[in-house]
């Protein structure tokens, strides 16, 4: 057996096979009552079929099938808030699973199932069973179920439970075809039985009946015609002319109106012959095109937006990619996503891992679509808010939540003079530590059904402020905090913190100078130089124009009380200290906060005083799409991001007052 495939494999499967209605035929006294629709159908031949979510072709062998009762639930398309009705008799014919009973339910779907086999629509009906125990048959062996013999690769669920039977419209067995038989007795007033027979007369009605019929076919014909003309609008006059002849219903005829706007069925189908991209990429990139804030050209190549731009057009509606999804996955409801089949479209486009449908693999995937997106907007908010941690901090990568230690880089690596023995001496790392670990931080938000109905695709506004400038909001937050926490990190002890009024940054560089000489005066725990030179300087908004004075003027100003008395000078110090302006240091909202406190650093490569751990060194945050809980219809989203800040090598640069 593959390796992990039991952990891979689903446990449940629904399989499609064949259905027969004989709507008008009488029942068995005590089972039901006679006017109920009766249905028999084959609901599974035997064969192996391809199901979505399981690799190989699958088997189910009947003869270790567990049926709990002969009365089993008949749904519409496996939808617990679709019952119809139940069975009566289920059993084993020659290899296939066969089933009858009646359709006890009454309701629309009831009504849409009798109506369908009225007009000679081909139901098929598919079982839901748990799978118990399977055999997986590798690539050239054999093996038997069912009194055939099915050649490797397959998977043979050699023992199940059966749960339910529902009608669907499409199946994935090739091999089976449905036959339907005559329609339900539907006027209780009348005094003669409707034949299931053909080719035998209906009896006749009485005057005041017939009139009152005509009436009735006539206004419901009426009203069927004006429904038609009001979904084509005027447009496909062709089509529009073919559905009232035919005597399509609304379902039908909304389906045809969206394929002939846009070409749908190819998309559900899955990628053409020929083309280039996946149907979920040309989706997402169609979707992206209605998000002009994203700026899509970004993050998609010219081809793949050109290729959704042709299919969809840059108005892609958000139910309409819900109903893509579900329909790829089975669902064969109304194109028209409202708020009477959101739950039902939702179901089929969020796939649930642990169940099979017989309808078909799907390639397509609402979680997969929407997170992509979601993802992409994300990264731009996030990118777009305060980077400013990234030029004094050092990144490194962590494998899990754990608290990680690490050495700081001053070790005992300086060269030893080699004796006479040639014998060279072991370095030794330095026996000062820090400490480092990651943590989650998060926010959820809600696309909620009104919003898909309306497809407000604004609702991706919230990605970004909530969930991508959030992100860095709360990044900024966590690493500045722990930042200003400083006043046992740079102390004189340490030689990396100077004060006096001397040390304020003014135009004139003399307080600069003092930081200057105590960078150059640092030595490490024992005793030894640190060397190297200054080139950042960190400080707040408040100093901003000194540093960039200090930064790129050629001359100071020095001298007298008034600017007629000052005297020009030249400013050793242009060019030499980048000024980084960070908010957070005089923020009054941060303890250690000071409009006055500027830092001198060098390259964070070399040494760092910060260092921010990402899991897995993945530095961005991350949004997953998610089914709402069920007392709330719609799509939820969750970021993430997993980092930690800690502080690091105290001797990276110091910190300065900038008053007495």
Known sequence: MPKNLLETMPDKLWLTATMEIAADEAVKAGEAPPSLPRFSMVAYTGGSMRLAEWKYPVVVDLAGMAIPSQNRPIRVGHNIDRLVG????????????????????????????????????????SIGARVDQFEFVKDGQVATANGREFAGPVVIVRKSTLGEISFVDLGADGNTSASVAATAQENSTMTTETSTTSNQETPALGASESVQSLRNAAAGEIKRIAAIRRIFAGQHAEAEATAIQEGWDESRAELAKLRLDRPLAP??????????????????????????????????DAELLQAA??????????????????????????PYIDMSNLREALHFAWTVPQSMRASGASTLSLPAILS????????????????????????????????????????????????????????????ETYTRQAKTYGKMFSLTRDKIIDDDMGAFDDIRSKLGAGAARRFNTVFWKTFLDNTSFFTG???????????????????????????????????????????LLLIPPELQFIAQRLFQSTTVNTGGASTKDTVPSDNIHAGKYRPIVCDWL??????????????????PGILASTAVSFLDGVQTPTVEAADADFNKLGIQ????????????????GIKVKGEA
């Open 637 to 652: 989203f969750r970021g993430y991001f997993d980092f930690g800040v800690d502080q690091a090598e105290p001797l990276a």
């Open 372 to 431: 992509n997106l979601a993802n992409k907007e994300l990264l731009g908010a996030y990118q777009e808010e305060d980077q400013t941690w990234r030029e004094i901090a050092v990144i490194r990568s962590v494998s899990d939540f754990k608290t990680v230690t690490s050495h700081r880089p001053l070790d005992e690596m300086e060269y030893d003079e080699v004796g006479p023995d040639g014998e060279l001496k072991h370095g030794k790392m330095s026996e």
């Open 267 to 300: 998309v559900i189908a899955g990628p053409r012959t020929g083309d280039r991209y996946p149907v979920a990429c040309v989706i997402e990139a169609a979707l992206a095109l209605t998000r002009t804030q994203m700026e899509p050209e970004r993050h998609y």
């Open 86 to 125: 139940h069975t009566h008799a289920i059993a084993q014919d020659v290899g296939r699973l066969v089933a009858s009973g009646v359709l006890s339910i009454p309701g629309p779907d009831t009504d849409r199932v009798v109506a369908g086999s009225r007009n000679g629509f081909p139901w098929q009906a």
């Open 309 to 334: 731009e042709d299919r969809f057009g840059r108005h892609l509606k958000f139910r309409h990619v819900v109903y893509l999804v579900a329909q790829a996955n089975g669902y064969t409801g109304s």
């Open 493 to 535: 002890g340490r030689g990396n913190y100077i004060s006096g009024a001397n040390t304020a940054l003014d135009v004139d560089g003399g307080g600069l100078q003092q930081g200057i000489l105590a960078f150059r005066k640092l030595k490490s725990p024992d005793k030894k130089r640190i060397g190297g030179v200054p080139t």
């Open 586 to 603: 005089s923020d009054a909202e941060f303890a250690g906060n000071s409009a006055k406190a500027w830092y001198l650093f060098r390259n």
